[in-house]
């Protein structure tokens, strides 16, 4: 078998199937042998595992997975990248890739369908350009997934794995601490990469909580008044969700005060249960 993070393995691969990185595509291959290994081990694949993976590339992440779990499937957008990994997955029966837009791509049939009887993991070097739309979609989607472990751009690992009231939080760490529990696992450097990015990654994994942090009457509601909180950094709570959502200033202040919170308070200073309580209070 070939190895997938050998630089002269991946431009021979590609460059015989006549394909170029696309940097909008966010492509850029793992060529540090050690981190898909790692990630495989960590992602929770067994035997009796299906892996959803986003983003083959040349399938280094790919076998590591193979070799774990019971089946594989991949959803990769570069048709280009059919023939190259018709190649380099040649060995394995357990892989499935399919050719779409992960965001396009209707994961409860995907499960369903290939994955009868397995417990399902998602593992993926994502993408950097749609980090968060992706991770965002597995999480409300509410997929009868166990855990998602992801290779992102340090920085948004950073604001994922922060807990929700801490300086670093914002809208994003209230969806993810919601949904999931979430823990940094490694750092990886540019220089892993081929071609190197110009940022840091961190492999982060989110395990899905069997029911949600906190109970709220109207989720999506719920996630509106969040992003309106978030959505002015620098303002309080008040004048952030009162410019977001169209409420006067003095039913949000209300809200606070039966919540027991400072009419100041910034959405960053907001725990997830007084993000709850004051949901519950401002739309009750
Ligand atoms: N897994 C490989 C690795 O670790 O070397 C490739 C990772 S690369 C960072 C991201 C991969 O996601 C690329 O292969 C790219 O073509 C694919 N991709 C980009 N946007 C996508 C989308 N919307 N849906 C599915 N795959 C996508």
Redesign the pocket.
């Known amino acids: 078998m070939k190895n997938l993070s050998d630089i002269s393995v991946i431009r021979d691969v590609m460059e015989r199937h006549g394909m170029s990185f696309?940097k909008a595509?966010?492509?850029?291959?793992?060529i540090n042998p050690s981190v898909?290994p790692r990630m495989a081990d960590m992602c929770g694949a067994d035997k009796n595992t299906g892996v959803i993976?986003?983003?083959?590339?040349?399938?280094?992440?790919?076998v590591e997975l193979a070799k774990r779990a019971k089946k594989v499937v991949c959803?990769?957008?570069?048709s280009r990248?059919l023939p190259v990994l018709d190649e380099t997955l040649a060995d394995f029966d357990n892989i499935e890739i399919i050719n779409?837009?992960?965001?396009k791509t209707d994961l409860h049939k995907l499960i369903e369908e290939k994955f009868s009887g397995m417990k399902v993991v998602v593992c993926?070097?994502?993408?950097?350009?749609?980090t968060s739309p992706?991770i965002t979609m597995l999480l409300e989607e509410k997929l009868p997934i166990e855990a998602i472990t992801v290779?992102i751009q340090k920085e948004a690992a950073d604001r994922f794995c922060t807990p929700v009231g801490s300086r670093d939080s914002g809208a994003i760490t209230v969806c993810t601490n919601y949904y999931a529990t979430a823990k940094q696992l490694f750092q990886v450097s540019r220089g892993s990469?081929l071609p190197a990015p110009n940022v840091d990654s961190t492999v982060i994994r989110l395990d899905i909580r069997p029911e949600p942090a906190v109970k709220v009457s109207d989720e999506k509601k719920f996630f509106q008044m969040v992003r309106g909180a978030f959505s002015q950094r620098r303002k309080t709570a008040v004048n952030s969700i009162s410019s977001a959502m169209g409420i006067p200033k003095a039913e949000i202040i209300e809200a606070l005060h039966k919540s027991d919170l400072s009419e100041t308070v910034r959405a960053e200073k907001l725990t997830m249960d007084d993000l709850a309580r004051l949901f519950e209070n401002l739309f009750e």
């Open positions: 696309s595509l966010g492509q850029n291959f793992l898909c993976e986003i983003g083959a590339g040349v399938g280094v992440l790919t959803v990769e957008l570069d990248l779409a837009d992960v965001m993926a070097n994502l993408p950097y350009y749609i992706i290779m990469f």
